[in-house]
């Protein structure tokens, strides 16, 4: 089978999106499936950012008619309505991937265009229930639903001292971690207010693994532990993860978290908001806890964790991050393709 991958962006640019483009790559390659990508592999800068993505797409329509494939897979809207239009002209199958909450985000606004976007595509895969909901309600057929992977052989709990060596942090206190953009769907900047109650009721610390617009907001609560990290690559984070004790996640829209899965695979348990497919992988007392995407309700959760049986939490997460794996739902895709293939 050749297939080729049509998506707006892919690593090394950052993202959950672009991470979940590049595993599901890796595991299809692995099990001799042939991909080739159409794709950009850096953002423009921002003055040229509409022109340059205007661009892309353009020309990429008319590539999609002289690659020689057996299926487009195709990740996002944008991709989804490119693919919409050359399935006018081309009966090449296409499979449109929605792993995204800006889906979510504008169903309300777009869901005219999503319909039709959605009937012109042989399959739609998403990866959450949430998701799954909006699809189906546009469209009843070839509809499924196939959550996040995570790779469990590389996260994987291997308990270390790295971040306390690294930031000077001391052995009494209690390490949180996130791992996140900060930027304003994310919600760091609640869970670091959040943070900033709890730390003056309990020895600890909060590490926040990622940059952007929130940075400073968040550096102007002037709390010593919070320390942010910057951008990691995803390869150190397996170091990161296993010298923390906690995990938060405290985003206003979200997918099934893949940041949230390599934590729970390192056996933290979590503290998440109780959005999107968050709820399906946190469970409620047994791996973490859930909140309200606010301060309040966020610090509440950290205490709570904090005296919570740690090791049966992380246990569990583990036991869940372990049915997430992407050996097990590489089939599931392999099956969809080899089923569209077929009844063209």
């Not at 692995?30 to 921002?46: A, I, Q, S």
């Not at 990429?60 to 690659?67: A, D, G, N, R, T």
């Not at 207010?193 to 952007?212: M, Y």
Request: charged fraction near 25%; aromatic fraction near 12%; hydrophobic fraction near 40%.
């Amino acid at each position: 089978m050749k297939i080729l991958l049509f998506a707006p962006y892919y690593p090394p640019v950052i993202g959950g999106q672009e991470y979940h483009e590049r595993e599901l790559v890796k595991v299809l390659q692995k099990n001799g499936v042939d991909v080739e990508l159409l794709t950009r592999y850096k953002k423009p800068r921002p003055l040229l950012a509409r022109l340059s993505t205007f661009l892309f797409y353009f020309t990429s329509f008319f590539k999609l008619f002289f690659k020689k494939y057996d299926l487009i897979y195709g990740y996002d809207v944008h991709a989804g309505t490119v693919m919409m239009v050359f399935r006018f002209f081309s009966r090449r199958p296409t499979v449109l991937i929605i792993v995204s909450s800006v889906f979510l985000k504008n169903f309300d606004k777009n869901k005219w265009l999503y319909r039709m976007m959605l009937h012109k595509q042989d399959a739609i895969i998403n990866d959450s229930e949430e998701i799954d909901a909006k699809c189906r309600l546009l469209r009843q057929d070839k509809v499924y639903n196939i959550p996040n992977g995570v790779d469990t052989e590389r996260f994987r709990p291997e308990k270390n001292d790295f971040l306390r060596k690294q930031y000077n942090i001391a052995a009494s206190k209690k390490i949180i971690i996130t791992v996140r953009r900060l930027v304003e769907k994310n919600n760091v900047i609640e869970l670091a207010k959040a943070f900033d109650s709890v730390s003056k009721k309990i020895n600890s610390c909060l590490v926040i693994v990622g940059d952007g617009d929130q940075r400073q907001a968040i550096e102007q609560l002037g709390n010593k532990d919070i320390i942010i990290t910057g951008f990691k690559p995803n390869e150190k984070i397996p170091n990161y993860l296993n010298s923390a004790d906690f995990f938060a996640i405290p985003s206003l829209m979200e997918a099934t978290s893949i940041s949230c899965l390599e934590a729970m695979a390192c056996g933290l348990p979590i503290v998440a908001t109780r959005v999107g497919g968050l709820p399906e992988i946190v469970k409620e007392g047994e791996n973490g806890f859930l909140c309200e995407p606010n301060a309040d309700s966020i610090a509440e959760a950290i205490l709570k964790i904090f005296k919570a049986d740690a090791k049966k939490m992380g246990g569990r997460s583990r036991e869940i991050a372990e049915m997430y794996s992407w050996d097990s739902f590489v089939k599931r895709y392999i099956e969809i393709f080899n089923g569209v293939i077929k009844k063209k």
